[in-house]
Structure formats: C-alpha cells, structure tokens
C-alpha cells in the first residue's frame, strides 16, 4: 500500500477562509486601499476585489482538483499583490508551493516555500516544507539539514515528531548501502514473497468501470494500463496482461473508491487522516510445489483524501506503486527515489524499480 505523505502542510494564515478543500485563504483587508507599485505588471485591474477574486478562483480549482488552473490564478494573484503586503505575498507563495507539490513539480514548489522564507524566516510551515521539497527532489543532504533546522527552531513544532522520525531516517539512509544497492528485494519479507506462474501468463486484468465515483475521470483507467505496460517491459517479458471485459475470480481486479476510509484495509476505530492510505493491493497466494504464487489481487484506489479529489499525478504515482504489490513486490523500498517506496511513490519506474521486478520474475523457479 501507498501511503499518500505529500510533505506539505494546509496553511492557516490571513482573512477569511475559502469554501475550498484546500483550505486555502483569501487575502487579508489590510492593504485594499493600497496601490499597486509600478513594478508590477498590468494583468489584472488594480483593486482589491480583482486579486481576491482571483484568490477565491484558485481555490474553487483546487477543489475540483483543476491543480494547472490554480496555479495560473495563484500567480496572477500574486502578481496583483503590492509588495508591501508580506504577510499575503507568503501566503501566496506558500499556496503556490502546496499547489506544485500537488502537481509533483517539486522544483517550482521549493522556489515558492523559499521565497516564503524570504518573507518571513520564523515561519514554521515554511522551514518544513523547504526540507520536504528537497526530500521530493532527491536532495538527502540537504532535506537533513532543513529538517534539523526546523528542530532547532521549534523543537516543540507541530511538526516536530515527524521532523525528528526523518531526519533519523535520512541520517540512516546516508550511510546505508541499501539506498545504493542495484535492487530491493531483500527488503521484503522473505516469507510472503510470491509471484504470478509463467503458465499463467498473461494475466488477466478487469478494470472497474469508476463513472459513479465521484472524483474519477477517465484519463484514471489510462494510469492503470500504463503502470501495467511499464511493469511489464521492465520484467524483460516475464510479466504480461490482458484486459478482459468482467470481474475475475483468478486475476488482477482494479476498483476506485472515493476516500481512503473505503479500502479493504482501512480501520476505521481511532484512525488518524495523517499519513492515510491512498491504495491498497490485497494479494491471495498458494503454494505449488513448495514455492508461492499469486493467484488473485483486488486493487483499490481511492480518488479522494480528506474531502479534496487528488491530482492526476498523485493517482497516477498511486497506480504505479499498488499494481507493483499487485506483481508481487511485497515490501517497500527505502529509497525515496524508488516508486515503491512508501511515502513518496513516483509516476514512473526508477532503475532499482525495473532491478526488482526481473530480478523476481527471472530467478530460478518460476
């Protein structure tokens, strides 16, 4: 299963909240009798009401999980912003960094948490998501030392416990030869490691039809396909599939949910939204000869989190990451560059990704 851990946090900053599932903010009152500076390009009429409705429009896109119109209106926003106004221009900035990240372009979204520390050094969400960012971007050494800077700053943060689990994790991973190894199979668990028979091949695939889910789109059923194409060319042809038209007793089964609280492994009894499942792959195996195979997987995955519908890149990452479980990859890479990694899974396949999938299927066996 994927864990949907895109490190950003909901700002709770100026005025009045939107009605959005981002919790974005509309800009303060305090400057609207302000003047645009000079500098300042003539997108939009210099008012208050031009840059707040623009605001408001960023955060109706992002409920719809319209991620690129968002952020076309957060920039228009912030260019509509006087200089002077600080505290919204690291508002928007911050927005402007959660809107990337949703959208996986981690490099824009650095750039805005950074210009957000410009503004305002003492900002905590700001320090966060700055080693978060990098995190995303692959640069270990330097999401260690924004994370411990954050620590250093507010050692009692909100965020304070997750801080400290990363920037043991990251410590570790600097030094651990398994983040350079050629393949992750031997993180898994030797015991429950399993694979679909040669014979069985190709596998037979149903895809749920998703159009009364809310939060589907049909560009979804495609993110499927393409996880399953790209598992399979990296498997040097051991692994192939087949779409068929109707639900299968021995085969892959993919259906959408609408939130997380849906799958099948979901406990609903004191169960936090943080760090909340976005899919989950349930594999029945049985042994043939003294080894174990796959018979049968039910894929789910869920096209909300925390009322807001997820961008395709999200769902997408999503895909690649279960249907991984789905071929047998029973464990989690530790290597955040890894689509199988638990945290921050990726919409494509890494080197190592590609390594551990042959390596399952053309060892000795099957």
């Keep these: 299963m994927v864990k949907l851990w895109l490190p950003v946090r909901i700002i709770t900053l100026l005025g009045i909240v939107a009605v959005c599932a981002y919790s974005f903010t509309v800009p303060s009152s305090s400057w ?11 997108t939009v009429s210099q008012t208050s009401e031009d840059m707040r409705s623009l605001w408001n429009k960023a955060s109706q896109a992002a409920a719809r999980g319209q991620q690129k119109e968002c952020a076309t209106f957060f920039e228009l926003a912030l260019k509509a912003c006087p200089p002077a106004d600080k505290s919204n221009l690291c508002t928007l900035h911050k927005n402007l960094g959660l809107t990337y990240a949703e959208r996986r372009e981690f490099q824009l979204s650095l750039n805005h948490y950074q210009e957000a520390y410009f503004l305002d050094d003492q900002d905590p969400e700001s320090i966060y998501n700055i080693a978060a960012s990098n995190l995303n971007l692959g640069k270990l050494g330097l999401a260690l030392q924004w994370y411990n800077k954050y620590l250093q700053d507010f050692p009692a943060g909100k965020d304070s416990a997750r801080a400290r689990q990363m920037v043991a994790t990251l410590s570790d991973a600097q030094q651990s030869k398994e983040a350079q190894s050629t393949d992750y199979l031997d993180e898994s668990d030797q015991n429950t490691l399993a694979r679909w028979q040669a014979n069985k091949m190709p596998i037979h695939v149903y895809i749920e ?33 087949q779409l068929v038209d109707r639900p ?39 042994y043939i000869g003294g080894k174990l195979y796959i018979f049968r997987c039910n894929v789910q995955i869920a096209t909300y989190k925390e009322g807001t519908v997820m961008p395709n890149e999200t769902i997408k990452a999503t895909c690649f990451h279960e249907i991984g479980h789905a071929l047998g990859i029973s464990g989690h890479s530790t290597n955040i560059n890894d689509t199988m990694n638990s945290y921050c899974p990726s919409t494509g396949l890494s080197n190592r990704d590609k390594a551990t999938i042959k390596r399952l299927y053309q060892s000795p066996g099957n």
């Design 209 to 241: 039809p998703g159009d009364k889910i809310p939060g589907y789109r049909k560009e979804l059923r495609q993110f499927i396909s393409d996880a399953f194409n790209a598992w399979a060319a990296a498997s040097g042809g051991a692994v192939a599939w």
């Design 248 to 286: 299968i007793e021995d085969g892959i089964n993919v259906q959408w949910v609408q939130n997380p609280e849906e799958l099948s492994n979901f406990q609903a009894p004191g169960r936090s939204a943080t760090g909340m499942e976005q899919g989950h792959a349930k594999t029945e195996t049985e």
């Design 32 to 42: 609207a009798n302000e003047a645009l500076k000079k500098n300042v390009k003539p």
